[in-house]
């Protein structure tokens, strides 16, 4: 089973930056795809940013040019770097893992569409 842990989140003030972390893990596994996603108050749940393996990040018009998506595949982790946040930037911010391989102790391999996280809570606010 693999699992996929936000953290990072909490009270920023307008105009100021933060970074949320998402943590994967589990046994033998890699993953290809990573993204963050947000659902506010009353709202869907959007992309923010993902990017593919090899591919080039994708963002949501709201956050383009904010925001920064990296990844370390060693450490199974991606990040999210968020600058000059707005008020309605508050969300709870999501962390999804898409395909997923896990190879068992035989050598055998499966394949795990996606995981997402519990999410963190990110407030914007003064």
């Known amino acids: 089973q693999v699992q996929v842990v936000e953290s990072g989140g909490g009270l920023v003030q307008p105009g100021g930056s933060l970074t949320l972390t998402c943590t994967a893990s589990?046994?033998?596994?890699?993953?290809?795809?990573w993204g963050w996603y947000r659902q506010a108050p009353g709202k869907q749940r959007e992309l923010v940013v993902r990017?593919?393996?090899?591919?080039?990040?994708k963002s949501a018009d709201s956050v383009k040019g904010r925001v920064t998506i990296s990844r370390d595949d060693a450490k199974n982790e991606a990040y999210l770097e968020f600058n000059n946040v707005k008020p309605e930037d508050t969300a709870v911010y999501y962390c999804?893992?898409?395909?997923?391989?896990?190879?068992?102790?035989?050598?055998?391999?499966?394949?795990?569409?996606?995981?997402w996280g519990q999410g963190t809570l990110v407030t914007v606010s003064s």
């Open positions: 999804n893992a898409r395909r997923i391989t896990v190879v068992d102790e035989f050598g055998g391999s499966r394949g795990i569409l996606e995981v």
């Open positions: 589990g046994v033998n596994f890699s993953i290809k795809d």
């Open positions: 990017v593919e393996s090899g591919g080039t990040p």
